[in-house]
């Protein structure tokens, strides 16, 4: 099921699910230390830089220096990045609907 649900997910968006619940839900506030990622999200280190790497990279996410940590750095959505969120929470809703009424 969970891969029936990732399939339909990523058909329609340009951002995996995987991604977009990992990392994009957790910087929708407002910027996160990098560092803190993978403790606030579960996933590896590694995974959390391939994300932040893909999201970079294709206009979703820059990086920025945290005035308040020295060195430490935050990652923070543009407004790409914005906008990817909102479509997250929004197709969510709507495969779930698909899927109450094609489910119960």
């Known amino acids: 099921m969970l891969l029936s649900f990732t399939t339909d997910f990523e058909h329609e968006s340009d951002v995996s699910l995987a991604i977009s619940a990992n990392v994009i839900r957790l910087l929708a506030e407002h910027a996160v ?10 996933v590896s280190k590694e995974a959390i830089n391939m994300a932040i790497g893909f999201l970079e990279k294709h206009g979703y996410a820059v990086f920025e ?38 489910f119960g």
């Not at 230390?33 to 579960?42: C, H, K, Y």
């Not at 790409?80 to 969120?85: M, N, Q």
């Open 33 to 42: 230390r990098v560092r803190d990622l993978p403790r606030l999200s579960g």
């Open 65 to 102: 220096q945290d005035a308040s940590a020295g060195r430490a750095k935050l990652v923070r959505l543009t407004p790409r990045g914005e906008k990817a969120h909102g479509a997250y929470r929004q197709l969510l809703g709507v495969i779930e609907q698909r899927w109450q009424t094609r």
